[in-house]
Nanobody, 113 residues
Framework: VQLVESGGGLVQPGGSLRLSCAAS????????MSWYRQAPGKERALVAT????????NYADSVKGRFTISRDNAKNTVYLQMNSLKSEDTAVYYC???????WGQGTQVTVSS
């Protein structure tokens, strides 16, 4: 299993970013996927989860209404659209596949003026 995140960076408060996670090494369409994040000095926390077919999603209360998780099973990719970003969204964001407890390497998101 390989998960490669991209799309992180520096953005001003109120801005937007879209993270991508390209998956390989397993049958992507059969497994749920999640995004987690870890802020400095804090534990890794679940941000959003999407079912294998994409029909069901769940979000942490802190990002509801601002973040959207989606997937393209034809491209073996899961996305996290992040809008109305706040300084407290600053963290390393990780892609997680619900197969073999698999993690990506993470991508840094920094929200700052």
């Amino acid at each position: 299993v390989q998960l490669v995140e991209s799309g992180g960076g520096l953005v001003q408060p109120g801005g937007s970013l879209r993270l991508s996670c390209a998956a390989s090494g397993f049958t992507f369409s059969r497994y749920g996927m999640s995004w987690y994040r870890q802020a400095p000095g804090k534990e890794r926390a679940l941000v959003a989860t999407i079912s294998s077919a994409g029909g069901s999603t769940n979000y942490a209360d802190s990002v509801k209404g601002r973040f959207t998780i989606s997937r393209d099973n034809a491209k073996n990719t899961v996305y996290l659209q992040m809008n109305s970003l706040k300084s407290e969204d600053t963290a390393v964001y990780y892609c997680y596949a619900w197969v073999n407890d698999s993690w990506g390497q993470g991508t840094q998101v920094t929200v700052s003026s």
